[in-house]
């Protein structure tokens, strides 16, 4: 498959260790930080998807696809037990979408998302402001407000790694591969974007509340960075179910 990404929001946080490594332990090791003891990151990305088609049919046919909303809810680390080893990548804590159709698809055809759907959802650049929410009254579950700014700081826990704001966001960008964990087994994505055309634009945070956060994050109000990127294109290249332990499971 392949889509548009107009805009896209970041909303990245310091999370609890500790938290991240009891959900998956035999398939998942998250990331350590050095610079900040016991956290490990974690990001919330709210986006549209645009003329989505499979890359074997014209792309005029995308313009038939539905918009698609969707959040994406996850934990950076290590995928292991995966055939030829160890590789980075995310782990979905949650995914929510108000599309009946990605729902069916990414919980019970594909099985490749931790899907909740809710009635609405949306994240609008107007100017310099930046808007989004995930739900409704009682099911209201995200609320971000903010302004672009020209600052391009890393966040300390990384400056050691990036030397430029634009490196960081891009590695917070461009992770190829994803996990969701079932029961019995997991589903993996592997995806790539064609960034040739993107930017990625600092964003202050005015106003955030996040109360699914409270559990792992110690302050869901106050996040690590956000950013905005524009003009992404994704690239759905494979999805595949392999059993909880691999490589249990496929020892002589």
Not at 21 to 28: H, K, M
Not at 210 to 234: N, T
């Amino acid at each position: 498959m392949r889509a548009r990404v107009p805009g896209v929001l970041y909303l990245n946080f310091l999370a609890d260790q500790e938290y991240a490594a009891r959900l998956a332990p035999d398939v998942f090791r998250p990331t350590s930080l050095a610079a900040s003891a016991g956290k490990t990151l974690f990001t919330i990305l709210l986006f549209q998807l645009r003329d989505g088609h499979p890359v074997w049919t014209p792309s005029v046919l995308g313009r038939l696809a539905p918009d698609v909303w969707q959040s994406n809810w996850r934990f950076y680390g290590t995928l292991i037990s995966l055939p030829g080893g160890a590789r980075p990548g995310v782990l979905f804590w949650r995914t929510v979408t108000d599309s009946l159709w990605l729902t069916a698809f990414g919980l019970r055809i594909a099985r490749c998302f931790p899907l909740r759907r809710v009635r609405r959802m949306e994240v609008r650049r107007h100017g310099q402001d930046i808007r989004a929410f995930v739900g409704t009254g009682a099911e209201f579950r995200l609320s971000f407000q903010g302004k672009l700014t020209e600052g391009e700081e890393v966040p300390e826990p990384f400056r050691a790694s990036f030397g430029r704001f634009g490196d960081y966001a891009r590695w917070i960008v461009d992770q190829h591969l994803s996990l969701t964990v079932w029961d019995r087994d997991v589903v993996v994505q592997d995806m790539h974007l064609n960034l040739d055309a993107a930017r990625f634009i600092a964003v202050e945070p005015q106003a955030v509340s996040i109360p699914a956060l409270r559990d792992f994050v110690e302050d869901p109000g106050r996040p690590l960075s956000c950013f905005w990127g524009e003009d992404l294109e994704v690239w759905l290249d494979s999805i595949r179910a392999l059993p909880r332990n691999y490589e249990s499971a496929h020892r002589p």
